[in-house]
């Protein structure tokens, strides 16, 4: 069962836009720590790295966005964050302990792009997001994207089993465009992100184990890693999405899943590519 079983889904499909009302819609679970720092908001975009309780927002500079973006802060960053569905796994411990505390479903979104307009908050704080998955042969994984990472691991014995890639984010200093675009009007801090999701599922099967589970796999021998194996989403073809989850401490401008990434986006109208552009104040206000 998902959220979108059974639906015709078009070739781009947004589930996050921080200029929609609301721009954090009752598809998303916002959950913060105990932290008075802790916080999950809408504002403008600024230069502002942290914001502290009680203060207020700088100026807008060269280089922050024209719109409202998602704030997500914490000293905590895996305590604090958003996610739209759950995990198949996690969904059916739920069913079984009782059906009226569900919160979520898992998506069931088909589309194998996973694309995010994301800015880190500042050169010291890292960014953490994860996208969880079936295969076709309904065997479930969990893709996560960490800025500290500098080499990927894969966790087969957790469950959902789950590989976790470095990913680059640019500094406050550097600039990203999402064009080929060289109008200063495009020019952001901001970065866009779109991923392949099918082409990262045979990874379960190559990427190095940590050393407790390399100890553990020489513990269960030929027959049962065998098995274990099987578990693994490495062999089939991507399915659906189950969920999306995005920790602090970052801005989010909009999620989106494609059919085939960017090419889909180009095939869109002027205005929907014009809607999808990072837009970037041309001057300090």
Same mark, same amino acid.
């Given at each position: ?16 836009s ?11 679970i ?6 008075k720092?802790?916080l999950i908001?809408?504002? &403008?975009? +600024? ?6 309780a009680?203060s207020? !927002?700088k100026t807008k500079?060269k280089?922050c966005l024209q719109h409202n973006?998602?704030h ?5 960053p ?7 569905g759950i995990?198949?796994?996690?969904y ?6 009782s059906?009226?505390? %569900?919160?979520?479903?898992p998506l069931?979104?088909?589309l &194998?792009?996973?694309n ?6 500042n050169?010291?704080?890292?960014i ?6 079936? $295969?076709?042969?309904s ?5 996560r994207?960490?800025?500290y990472?500098n ?13 976790n890639l470095?990913?680059?984010i !640019?500094n ?5 465009t %999402?064009? $080929? ?8 801090k ?14 379960f099967?190559i990427? &190095?184990?940590?050393?407790?589970e ?5 513990? %269960? #021998?030929?027959? #049962?890693?065998?098995?274990i ?9 991507f399915?659906?999405i189950?969920y999306? #989850?995005i920790?602090?401490?970052c801005r ?10 960017e090419? +889909?986006l180009?095939?869109?109208?002027k ?6 552009? !990072? ?7």
């Amino acid at each position: 069962m998902s959220l979108l079983s059974g639906s015709i889904q078009p070739p781009l499909l947004s589930i996050l836009s921080s200029t929609s009302s609301p721009s954090i819609s009752p598809l998303w679970i916002c959950h913060t720590d105990n932290s008075k720092d802790s916080l999950i908001t809408t504002l &403008p975009d +600024t230069d502002e790295d942290l914001i502290v309780a009680e203060s207020s !927002l700088k100026t807008k500079s060269k280089g922050c966005l024209q719109h409202n973006v998602i704030h997500i802060q914490s000293p905590n960053p895996l305590k604090t964050y958003i996610q739209a569905g759950i995990s198949k796994f996690e969904y059916l411990k739920e069913l079984e302990r009782s059906i009226s505390k %569900i919160r979520t479903i898992p998506l069931g979104i088909k589309l &194998p792009y996973f694309n995010l307009q994301i800015k880190k908050l500042n050169s010291k704080k890292e960014i953490i997001f994860e996208i969880g998955f079936l $295969n076709d042969k309904s065997k479930e994984g969990i893709i996560r994207f960490s800025s500290y990472k500098n080499n990927p691991t894969c966790h087969p014995f957790r469950n959902p089993p789950l590989i976790n890639l470095p990913i680059k984010i !640019l500094n406050q200093n550097e600039f990203s465009t %999402i064009s $080929n675009n060289t109008n200063n009007n495009t020019l952001t801090k901001w970065l866009n992100i779109s991923i392949n999701l099918n082409s990262l599922l045979n990874l379960f099967k190559i990427l &190095p184990r940590s050393k407790k589970e390399k100890e553990e796999e020489e513990k %269960i #021998k030929k027959r #049962k890693l065998k098995i274990i194996n099987n578990q693994l989403p490495s062999e089939g073809k991507f399915q659906s999405i189950t969920y999306i #989850k995005i920790y602090a401490n970052c801005r989010i401008r909009r999620i989106w899943f494609s059919e085939e990434g960017e090419k +889909t986006l180009r095939s869109m109208s002027k205005n929907v590519q014009d809607e999808w552009e !990072l837009y970037a104040a041309d001057k300090e206000v």
